[in-house]
């Protein structure tokens, strides 16, 4: 069956330092994988999108990464701040043509 | 346009009590997902519908589990006889579904509905 891991539950590091989040998948090739972020109490909010095609996004202080052959996706935050404290979810597109599937998830902590 | 909305954000109950949900998504979205979320957990995929069809149910989702969107815009999701283990938070999420070969779902999730079975 598919199956996600991301790396850890849960991460601490210091402010301004880059935080960097693994998500791994097995028994499936998805043709596209999200990341979305969750602070308590609420829904995940979609962040960013990386094909299968391509091997890396950017979107201001956030990189993906996708590497088909290994499975697996990174998640960096450079110049952490303690506002991006959150857990953050990988969603590799499931099998079907609709439903995605969420990762544990790991949860981020920035000290200042 | 306010995003997704869900009513109740909050619902306690007594097991073997019958529990309803609601989730209007964003307008021009034509799929509509439910997820449940227990502590420490990702989102678990329940179901999904495009327009007024489901078009897929996971295991996850027992005989007591029904969903529902009538005319394709808002959804319920019922919960009959409900146990402990039904405890967790029920996500709503829309999306609107790309006609491209390749084209992704981004999901807008609501802020939820958080079930606790006594």
């Known amino acids: 069956s598919q199956k996600i891991e991301q790396n850890s539950e849960a991460l601490n590091i210091q402010e301004g330092k880059t935080a960097t989040l693994t998500c791994n998948y097995t028994?499936?090739?998805?043709?596209?994988l999200q990341w979305y972020r969750q602070d308590p109490g609420r829904g995940p909010v979609f962040l960013l999108l990386?094909?299968?095609?391509?091997k890396e996004k950017r979107k201001e202080r956030l990189k993906v990464t996708f590497d088909t052959t290994l499975k697996q996706s990174l998640f960096h935050i450079t110049a952490s701040q303690p506002a991006d404290s959150a857990t953050y979810l990988c969603a590799p597109r499931g099998g079907s043509q609709g439903n995605l599937i969420f990762g544990k998830g790991t949860k981020l902590s920035v000290k200042p | 346009d306010t995003g997704v909305s869900q009513d109740p954000r909050h619902k306690i109950t007594k097991r073997g009590q019958n529990v309803t949900f609601r989730c209007d998504p964003i307008?021009?979205?034509?799929?509509l997902y439910w997820y449940r979320q227990t502590l420490g957990q990702g989102p678990e995929f329940l179901t999904y519908f495009q327009n007024e069809a489901q078009l897929e149910k996971s295991r996850l989702l027992s005989d007591r589990f029904s969903a529902e969107r009538p005319k394709g815009s808002f959804s319920t999701l019922e919960i009959q006889r409900t146990e402990q283990g039904d405890s967790a938070m029920y996500l709503c999420?829309?999306?609107?579904?790309?006609?491209?070969?390749?084209?992704?779902?981004?999901?807008?999730f609501g802020a939820g509905s958080r079930l606790t079975v006594l």
């Open positions: 307008s021009e979205h034509n799929r």
């Open positions: 028994n499936y090739s998805p043709a596209y």
């Open positions: 999420a829309s999306s609107l579904r790309s006609l491209a070969p390749s084209g992704a779902n981004v999901l807008t």
């Open positions: 990386i094909r299968e095609n391509e």
